[in-house]
């Protein structure tokens, strides 16, 4: 399963907007996320491979949209440490032990806030779960970018 994630970072009167190529960011009008100041906030994000395919599962799913999170955060000057909040949209709430996982492997012991529902549906009926982070840059991360 390719991991690559390639994010662009522009600028835009102060604020610094991130973005992966998604389909649906140019038809909606949306970036992957935005850095204001020393705040980072990530848009709901599927697990969509680089392929246009997903993952069979959500907690595959899941790890993906992380992954994509991460590498977004970071192209802004921020890392995990830095998320404060996560929001988990789910398909399926029966789901949710197994996203919860991967939610725990990946954050550890930053354990942001987060809130995890079921929702109808997606913007892709193969997507199983949509996660949005917010973060803050750490002190030492202020000045990167």
Same mark, same amino acid.
């Given at each position: 399963?390719?991991?690559? #994630?390639?994010v662009?970072? +522009?600028?835009?009167?102060?604020?610094?907007?991130?973005?992966?190529?998604?389909?649906?960011?140019a038809?909606?009008?949306?970036? *992957?996320?935005v850095? #204001?100041?020393?705040?980072?906030?990530?848009t709901? =994000?599927?697990?969509?491979?680089?392929?246009g395919?997903?993952?069979? =599962?959500?907690?595959?799913?899941? *790890?993906?949209?992380? $992954?994509? &999170? $991460?590498? +977004?955060?970071r192209?802004?000057?921020?890392?995990?440490?830095? @998320? +404060?909040? +996560? *929001?988990m949209?789910?398909?399926n &709430?029966?789901?949710?032990?197994?996203?919860?996982a @991967?939610?725990?492997?990946?954050?550890g012991?930053?354990?942001?806030? $987060? =809130?995890?529902?079921?929702?109808?549906? /997606?913007?892709?009926?193969?997507? /199983? &779960?949509? &996660?949005?982070?917010?973060?803050? /840059? *750490?002190?030492?991360? @202020?000045?990167? /970018?």
């Amino acid at each position: 399963m390719p991991n690559t #994630v390639r994010v662009s970072v +522009t600028e835009h009167e102060g604020r610094y907007l991130a973005s992966t190529g998604s389909p649906w960011e140019a038809k909606i009008g949306y970036s *992957r996320a935005v850095r #204001v100041g020393e705040q980072i906030f990530v848009t709901g =994000t599927v697990g969509i491979e680089a392929d246009g395919s997903y993952a069979p =599962t959500a907690g595959e799913q899941a *790890r993906r949209a992380l $992954t994509i &999170i $991460t590498a +977004t955060i970071r192209a802004l000057g921020g890392d995990l440490p830095g @998320v +404060t909040r +996560t *929001r988990m949209y789910l398909t399926n &709430i029966d789901d949710w032990q197994e996203v919860g996982a @991967v939610h725990g492997e990946v954050f550890g012991k930053i354990r942001p806030a $987060t =809130t995890l529902v079921q929702v109808a549906a /997606l913007i892709d009926k193969a997507a /199983l &779960i949509e &996660i949005e982070a917010d973060a803050v /840059l *750490r002190p030492e991360m @202020v000045n990167i /970018l």
